[in-house]
C-alpha cells in the first residue's frame, strides 16, 4: 500500500514536470524560474525514491546525518556545475 502511494506521488510529480518543461515559454516564466521548479522536483522524487525504496526511512537517525553531510554539499554544488551547460 505504502509503495502504490510513493508510485502515485511520482507519477503525479513527473506530470507536473512534463508540463512545466513544455509550457514554461508560454506562462511567461524565465529560463532560471523553470530550472528551480524542475530541480525542486527532483529532489523531492529522488528523496522518495531514497526513503521508500532504498529503505532509508526505516534506518537509524546518524544515517540522516551522514546523508545529509553528503547529500547537501552535492545538492549546491550540482547546479553550480551545470549552470554553464545550461545558460551559456
Do not use: Q, R
Amino acid at each position: 500500500m505504502v509503495y502504490t502511494k510513493v508510485l502515485a506521488a511520482l507519477a503525479v510529480a513527473t506530470i507536473i514536470e512534463v508540463i512545466v518543461g513544455t509550457n514554461a515559454g508560454a506562462w511567461g516564466m524565465g529560463e532560471w524560474t523553470k530550472f528551480i521548479i524542475l530541480f525542486a522536483i527532483a529532489i523531492f522524487k529522488a528523496s522518495l525514491i531514497i526513503a521508500f525504496f532504498m529503505h532509508v526511512k526505516y534506518e537509524p537517525k546518524p544515517l540522516y546525518l551522514v546523508l545529509l553531510v553528503f547529500g547537501a554539499p552535492m545538492a549546491i554544488t550540482l547546479p553550480i556545475a551545470l549552470f554553464p551547460i545550461f545558460f551559456a
